[in-house]
């Protein structure tokens, strides 16, 4: 499947960002899908992730009651809603696609969110 993540940007803290990545080619109704994000001079972290059906969410404790994952399976499309954001949310975010939570096998090309204070 092919990731295509968008909606990152400038946004002074507290601010929200919704990013939206958009899925093509295998069914992506079928799929698992997660959120990792990646800071300056720090490796990729674990931000979100939703499986298939959509009622089973779970989240990295720094972004829990902040960031709400979701999915739109008829647009093939999962979003990831940040409010309260911080400037230790600044980072490069990717989205994922894999057959189970934490088994990724493709990945999008990654947007970056920049929190300023």
């Known amino acids: 499947v092919q990731l295509q993540a968008s909606g990152g940007g400038l946004v002074q803290a507290g601010g929200s960002l919704r990013l939206s990545c958009a899925a093509s080619?295998?069914?992506?109704?079928?799929?698992?899908m997660g959120w990792f994000r990646q800071a300056p001079g720090k490796e990729r972290e674990f931000v979100a992730n939703?499986?298939?059906?959509?009622?089973?969410?779970y989240y990295a404790r720094s972004v829990k009651g902040r960031f709400t994952i979701s999915r739109d399976n008829a647009k093939n499309t999962v979003y990831l809603q940040m409010n309260s954001l911080k400037p230790e949310d600044t980072a490069v975010y990717y989205c994922?696609?894999?057959?189970?939570?934490?088994?990724?096998?493709?990945w999008g090309q990654g947007t970056l969110v920049t929190v300023s204070s």
């Open positions: 994922a696609a894999g057959p189970y939570p934490g088994d990724y096998d493709s």
């Open positions: 080619g295998r069914t992506f109704s079928s799929y698992a």
């Open positions: 939703i499986r298939w059906s959509s009622a089973i969410t």
